[in-house]
């Protein structure tokens, strides 16, 4: 009699032989060998991921840097030089100095001592002056300190004077034989010795005593000038030269020629003064 065999548990045809904890030992340790291989590969991939991250950050660095090399590189060599002054800024134009003046061509300077700030007697004036002596003629009035420059018809040009001090007047005729603008000035060796302390020579310009003219006298030491001391009009100061204010001999130099005559009058001739304004 067959016995028959009834299984009681399914089974593989393949593994009818294979125990069952063989199987399931064998699927798990299949299953943890495959997720081991996915986390490998996974890990892989992240590691080749931050790698390439991190390369392209150091390429993009590098690039960075060498455009900021070269900008600043460029806009060394073309940047303009820096400005000494903030914009905006203004420039202001260079002022033009006049050259000095040249002696014998110095412009008028009067150093104070114009017409308008000597006493009414002193000033520049037309007067009233009865004088055979012909037009042109200077006269010297020594004693009442005036110059008078004959226009004809008993009229004059007055000016107010200085004269020479106390011993040093003197009186005669001359006449012009030189004139100078902006005199060089000499001190003649007579007035070396009474004043040694006198300059040797000082060249023409406004601190010269001369003055702005000069209109010398004959072959003497004396001239009519002007002078750096206007102050000193009307008064008996001077080695024996007639001084008039700058502005007046400058008048005086453009009325007058070299052969001018000059009638000096002594002092010892004081007589009244005869010349009264012309009204």
Avoid at 73 to 99: E, H, I, K, Y
Wanted: charged share 15%; glycine share 10%; proline share 10%.
């Amino acid at each position: 009699m067959k016995q028959i065999l009834t299984p009681t548990k399914p089974f593989c045809a393949d593994r009818a032989n294979v125990p069952k904890p063989f199987i399931v030992k064998e699927v798990e340790q299949a299953n943890a060998g495959w997720a081991q291989c996915q986390a490998i590969k996974q890990g892989t991939t992240m590691t080749n991921l931050t790698a390439f991250i991190a390369t392209s950050c150091r390429v993009v660095a590098f690039g960075a840097l060498a455009i900021g090399t070269f900008a600043f590189s460029g806009s060394a060599v073309a940047a303009p030089p820096t400005q000494p002054f903030p914009a905006p800024f203004f420039l202001v134009p260079q002022t033009q100095m006049a050259p000095p003046p040249t002696v014998g061509a110095a412009p008028y300077q009067d150093d104070g001592g114009s017409t308008s700030e000597l006493p009414a007697r002193l000033r520049r004036q037309v007067v009233t002056y009865p004088t055979r002596e012909a037009p042109g003629t200077i006269i010297i009035d020594t004693p009442n300190t005036y110059l008078y420059y004959v226009l004809g018809g008993g009229r004059a040009m007055r000016y107010g004077i200085g004269v020479g001090r106390d011993g040093f007047t003197w009186s005669g005729v001359q006449s012009i034989t030189k004139k100078a603008e902006w005199p060089d000035w000499t001190p003649p060796p007579e007035m070396i010795a009474r004043q040694p302390y006198l300059p040797r020579y000082m060249a023409g310009g406004p601190g010269n005593p001369l003055g702005a003219r000069a209109m010398y006298l004959g072959g003497t030491v004396y001239r009519i000038h002007g002078t750096n001391a206007p102050d000193t009009i009307g008064t008996h100061v001077s080695s024996g030269c007639i001084r008039l204010t700058n502005a007046d001999v400058t008048d005086l130099y453009s009325r007058v020629n070299v052969g001018t005559k000059v009638v000096v009058l002594p002092m010892s001739d004081r007589r009244a003064d005869l010349g009264s304004a012309v009204r």
